[in-house]
């Protein structure tokens, strides 16, 4: 075990899955604690395990507490049974879940992922506005979670993504652009954001079979949603302007030759606009969103395609070519 390794600390009120966390930790050579309760989590540091069986607070809605502080790794042990637990635990700002009882092999595999780095205080300006889920969204998905439902997976889906292409919906693209926007700024690791659209309005068939081509270009860890009629937004963490470049005109040649087309009968040509952040000038989340969506329309003027660089609202200068 290395001097310098982080402490687990595992939030359960449950004795045998405290005891499995004991074995697995001594396994694994890990330093590890257990507290019985959620008192002063938000305070805690180094990785933190929360069992999502919690008796004096949600886990999700502590989870969510515990990213926006930016403090801890964390991840949420749930029990077999519960297919909806790593997608909630991912939506809250979780690394990933962990099943109880714990095994060693597990816990090894996670403590094995890389660690994000260590915030420099410079790197936190502009970076501590609290994460911001929709209201109703969040209500709806915690009551959910202490309803016993038949199907919580399904009734996730229905909370989280557009009925039409099954991708993510709008309150949740804002959702996690505040979260990546705020881990990029405090990492100095760069967030592009691409907006793609097209004109008029497309069938369910066709919206499905770009939606297909979305998926199939993209990585696990970007973030795919319907931000409106015919636009859509990704988020695409550690990625810069080219790697953006490459990405979208990807998936604009790949809708091409699906020869896709709209209600209208017209062929559905995509506009792909992207804008990076941090250290272009744009501010805020919603700077960066309006810069991906202002590439967009030149693009689209332009007659399709995918323009990047340009300048944010407050940076004088000519786009990059």
Avoid: W
Avoid at 75 to 80: A, N, Q
Avoid at 168 to 177: M, S, T
Avoid at 208 to 229: C, I, K, M, P, T
Avoid at 297 to 321: D, I, Q
């Amino acid at each position: 075990m290395s001097p310098a390794a982080p402490r687990l600390t595992f939030l359960t009120a449950d004795d045998d899955a405290a005891a499995s966390l004991q074995a697995a930790a001594r396994e694994a050579d890990f330093p590890a604690e257990r507290r019985r309760t959620a008192e002063g989590a938000e305070r805690l540091e180094g990785i933190v395990l929360l069992d999502d069986r919690l008796p004096d607070r949600n886990a999700y809605e502590l989870c969510r507490a515990l990213a926006s502080k930016g403090r801890a790794r964390i991840l949420v042990g749930h029990r077999d049974g519960d297919p909806s637990a790593p997608s909630i635990a991912r939506f809250c700002g979780a690394e990933g879940t962990l099943r109880i009882p714990l095994e060693a092999r597990e816990l090894k595999a996670a403590l094995a992922r890389p660690k994000a780095p260590t915030v420099p205080p410079e790197a936190k300006r502009g970076g501590e506005r609290a994460m911001t889920l929709p209201p109703a969204l969040a209500e709806r998905m915690l009551q959910e979670r202490g309803a016993e439902a038949a199907d919580p997976s399904s009734a996730l889906v229905e909370f989280l993504c557009d009925p039409e292409t099954k991708l993510f919906n709008a309150p949740y693209l804002l959702f996690k652009l505040d979260e990546e926007f705020k881990r990029a700024q405090r990492f100095k690791m760069p967030l592009s954001c691409v907006v793609l659209g097209f004109d008029g309005e497309a069938s369910a068939d066709a919206l499905l079979d770009l939606a297909s081509v979305f998926l199939l270009e993209s990585r696990d860890v970007d973030v795919l949603g319907r931000f409106d009629l015919n636009r859509f937004v990704f988020l695409l963490p550690n990625t810069g302007e080219e790697g953006a470049r490459k990405m979208g005109t990807r998936i604009a040649e790949a809708a091409r030759k699906k020869e896709l087309r709209d209600l209208a009968g017209d062929p559905l040509a995509l506009s792909v606009g992207i804008a990076v952040a941090p250290g272009t000038g744009f501010e805020t989340r919603d700077d960066l969103l309006r810069g991906a969506q202002a590439a967009c329309e030149k693009a689209r003027e332009g007659g399709g395609g995918v323009v990047a660089g340009l300048p944010s609202p407050g940076t004088k200068g000519k786009a990059r070519r």
